[in-house]
């Protein structure tokens, strides 16, 4: 058995979910909803408080796809029910970040301020040059904090740019002046 796969998903007090023939669930909580259609190979059950996923034989893609299935349907669970939040650290003579609207401004040594839009289901905050993005859906909230890293990724002499709040950044020795 696959050990995330074999794992039962919590369904928390205000959470419903919906499994329909198909595989198409359903995740209705007090932060929203979230659909998603899921691979058919694997039989998806709720089972009283709790969402079971099975597979039928042991091949290899069936295995991947039984512990990848639970992974989705916890994080679409725990989306609606708690929400996803990343944070983002802006450390550099100069660099900052301001919020705009829907907008987010970051002046980070460039000729001009770069602008990012939040995207549909993510909301940004700024406070004392950091960012947190937050929203219900765990890959939409990683993939627009990653691009918003990527602008300008903290280099390792002096620990300037766009960091995430809880990564380690490896310090190099500068040159010296003999």
């Known amino acids: 058995m696959s050990r995330v796969g074999k794992n039962p998903v919590p369904i928390p007090a205000g959470v419903t979910v919906d499994v329909t023939d198909d595989n198409f669930v359903t995740v209705k909580g007090p932060k929203g909803e979230l659909k998603k259609q899921l691979s058919?190979?694997?039989?998806?059950?709720v089972e009283g408080s709790e969402v079971i996923v099975t597979r039928e034989n042991d091949t290899k893609r069936l295995k991947?796809?039984?512990?990848?299935?639970?992974?989705?349907?916890?994080?679409?669970?725990?989306?609606v029910d708690k929400g996803f939040e990343k944070k983002l650290e802006v450390n550099?003579?100069?660099?900052?970040a301001n919020k705009q609207g829907n907008k987010l401004v970051l002046n980070l040594g460039y000729?001009?301020?770069?602008?990012?839009?939040?995207?549909?289901?993510?909301?940004?905050?700024?406070?004392?040059?950091?960012?947190?993005?937050?929203?219900?859906?765990?890959?939409?909230?990683?993939?627009?904090?990653?691009?918003?890293?990527?602008k300008r990724?903290?280099?390792?002499?002096?620990g300037k740019g766009i960091k995430y709040a809880d990564e380690q950044i490896r310090r190099k020795v500068g040159k010296t002046g003999a």
């Open 153 to 158: 990724k903290p280099e390792p002499y002096k």
């Open 92 to 96: 550099g003579v100069g660099y900052r």
């Open 111 to 150: 000729s001009h301020p770069v602008e990012m839009e939040d995207p549909e289901g993510v909301e940004t905050a700024v406070q004392d040059n950091v960012i947190t993005v937050s929203g219900i859906e765990k890959d939409k909230v990683g993939q627009f904090a990653a691009q918003i890293r990527e």
């Open 40 to 45: 058919k190979l694997v039989d998806i059950k």
């Open 64 to 79: 991947e796809l039984h512990g990848l299935t639970r992974s989705l349907i916890n994080n679409m669970v725990v989306g």
